[in-house]
């Protein structure tokens, strides 16, 4: 009698699991494929391939869909804008973007560029941070300028794509300061904070999602951000500006489709972003990264974009990095 009671209760309990399982599937935001491949441009480690993974992970449990991520890097993400540019629009292929898609596209000029995609949705809003090797001499975003204007071109700082926003970071740093520093390109973060890691860089740049793991083992140590406000979860790291150089330098991160992404696709995405930022697993991973969330719908994110793009090419201009 006890034998049958059990497996009464245990099938019960079974029957309970599946019609909530159920449920949780009636309720998921119909979409117009089973599987979606999200490529990322940037190097596995990188903060954009961080955020593109946690993204697939939330949004299936939120879209009925399977999400999954693809890297396809070379040339600073031209490679990832023209695979994506040949998909269908109906939601099979997605893209994560950051400033340096916008980038590539006015530096390089690639058969498809930012202008040839579609935006879908900003996330949010990365604050970005200097780091250091933990033994490193530099207290200070202030020393290492200091140590910069003394020894011109021999201070050497990672960055990410060559079409990154660390990379123009580095650039309007050097105007700003007076200095000339050795800016060192990697296939993404992940591959820059090896640089400083090894001992061949003596800064980086990245995003606190990417730097967490070497940051908590206190393998690096930041010396400053470029946030308008002390970055949240870096309450004693004091920002650029704070060290007397004017600089606040902000990364998004959003998701974007072919030219021709049907409705359908992003009125799912619009749905589901709000859902998925409320996610308790989910908050706890942006929040531990430093993650502003900055959800932003698909009209919203197109106009931002357009005027991203613009204010972009009059940076590369005013520099003489591409001619009017």
Do not use: C
Not at 16 to 38: E, R, W
Not at 54 to 67: C, L, Q
């Amino acid at each position: 009698m006890a034998n049958y009671t059990w497996k009464m209760t245990a099938l019960a309990s079974f029957a309970v699991v599946t019609m909530h399982g159920s449920a949780l599937a009636q309720d998921k935001i119909q979409y117009p494929v089973d599987s979606s491949t999200m490529i990322m441009q940037s190097s596995p480690g990188s903060g954009g391939d961080l955020f593109m993974r946690a993204v697939a992970e939330v949004a299936s449990r939120y879209i009925d869909a399977n999400f999954v991520v693809e890297n396809v890097t070379g040339g600073s993400g031209a490679k990832a804008m023209a695979l994506l540019g040949k998909s269908e629009g109906d939601g099979g292929m997605l893209m994560g973007v950051s400033p340096t898609y916008i980038n590539t596209s006015i530096l390089s000029k690639p058969p498809v560029g930012y202008d040839d995609l579609q935006p879908i949705a900003r996330l949010f809003l990365d604050s970005v941070i200097l780091v250091v090797r933990y033994d490193s001499p530099y207290k200070t975003l202030t020393d290492l300028i200091a140590d910069a204007k003394k020894h011109p071109n021999q201070v050497k700082v990672a960055v990410g794509e060559p079409g990154g926003l660390e990379t123009q970071t580095m650039i309007e740093l050097m105007h700003k300061t007076g200095t000339k520093l050795t800016v060192i390109s990697h296939d993404g973060g992940g591959d820059a904070l090896l640089g400083v890691l090894n001992g061949t860089a003596a800064m980086a740049i990245g995003e606190a999602a990417e730097l967490k793991g070497q940051l908590d083992a206190k393998q690096i140590r930041p010396i400053a951000s470029y946030s308008e406000e002390r970055v949240v979860g870096f309450p004693d790291l004091p920002t650029a500006r704070e060290q007397g150089i004017d600089m606040v330098v902000q990364k998004f991160r959003g998701i974007i489709g072919p030219k021709d992404t049907s409705p359908e696709v992003i009125k799912a995405w619009e749905e589901a972003i709000p859902k998925m930022l409320k996610d308790p697993v989910f908050k706890k991973w942006y929040e531990d990264g430093s993650l502003i969330p900055a959800f932003q719908k698909h009209e919203d994110f197109a106009a931002f974009i357009d005027n991203f793009g613009k204010q972009q090419r009059e940076f590369f201009i005013a520099n003489k990095l591409i001619k009017n």
